[in-house]
């Protein structure tokens, strides 16, 4: 036993990680660079197809994409099923039925860990008069820069996670791990059916699913590698203020009545002051205290304050370093207002007093905050600010959104083998970074299944998504593509160590 133990305590050492890659990798390496223009030719074959999910007239388009990616699965060997899903009363049905999910998957040797890898086929509306360069469904090849709407979100990573184990299946190497697909069609649309089919599918298709990779977003910087562990919430609110039952004319009205909009004005005031701390009692009480083993995360990340502030065209942030800079954007909570209901917006000057307005903002919230939470003290503090405002009027606060932060264990065996691959790929160790912005995506399949989940992004900062002239760099979808396949040689190894050191 104990010469067990030492065998493998190597393995299991964080600080351990050799970057030359292995024989194996070498050969998968090599296999990968020759088939890249193969690789970019199969890219080029998704993104002709315009499977924009928000526009349904082009629904059909999303069952053409699942069964071309379907049928690439099947070319590798895999068990697909297409299942059928249902969401009714979404604003994006329309009385059209949703495209099927595909469940796919390869192999079952009860002593792999089996790595279950989801994205998505649909993609956000293009259209070249929106500002493209190129068409956005053709994909088009400029200084190593593959435009093309979906390079990077998502059928760029999905088809390199694909060719990843095509190379094993090429090169006749038996696959480290099991693999399971799960691909949908709808997520830009707010992944239609999709939580159904996980609560369906969480004791049969997920049963033997010991890892979950995501990888839908992107890197914090343009060369930097990233592994992904965690993303706020959203909780947004309407604050609803009525006055009178119709708008009045302010030269007749004005100065004798409690107006709405100034009401409305005051309450959303109380919400966040200048230096962005958040005013409401007892907010920041459940924010989980940051560890000085977190706070190392921060120190190594390649975050460029300058060009950020450029990027975005603000003349000064909040916060005056990086630490805090990353450290707000990611894993503190946040108030924005985002407008008003009711209210005159159009130009030139209308001399109305508005009857109702509704005033509207949201709170990213972050670990270990509580919905339920949130939302009473939110809804006292308001009540509290207009009392005392003695003002007749009618007041009513409702939280219109509530989604949950995710967050995962960075010392997850599955952030080890990215790391590992990753390391082995770009030769550096990957940025460790949150999302500031909601996913919903992780936290369902973590709610549902309770597996590891990571998210593992292969686009750089630049890449565009959603945007106009989206795309991926081949050099990240080449090395996204190894680095995938590193992932699973890693995860094989350092699975089965970690179960030998159990059994020890
Ligand atoms: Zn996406």
New binding site residues.
Partial sequence: MIFLVCLIMPLLDLSESSSKPSDDEQKIFQYIDHHQDIFVQNLSDWVAVESDSIQPHLRGNITEIVKIAADSLRALGATVELRNVSAQDEPYVQNLSLPPVILAELGNDTEKPTVCFYG?LDVMPAKKEDGWKTDPYRLTEVDGKLYGRGTT??KGPVLAWINAVRTFIALNMTLPVNIKFLLEGM??AGSLGLEDLLKEENKIFFSNVTYIVIS??IWLSNEKPALTYGTRGNAGFFVEVECCKKDLHSGSFGGIIHEAMSDLVALLDSLVDSSGRILIPGIYEDVANITDEEMKLYAPIDFNFDEHKMNIGVKEFLYKTKDDILLNMWRNPSLSIHGIEGAFSEPGIKTVIPSKVIGKFSIRQVPNMNLPTVESQVKEHLNNVFSKRNSPNKLTVSMQVGAMPWIANVKDLQYEAARRAIKTVFQQDPDMIRDGSTIPVAKMFEDITKKSIMMFPIGAADDG?HSQNEKINRLSYINGTKVFASFLLEISKLHGASKLMTAT
């Fill in positions: 998505h979100d998502n997520e830009e839908d977003n998504e």
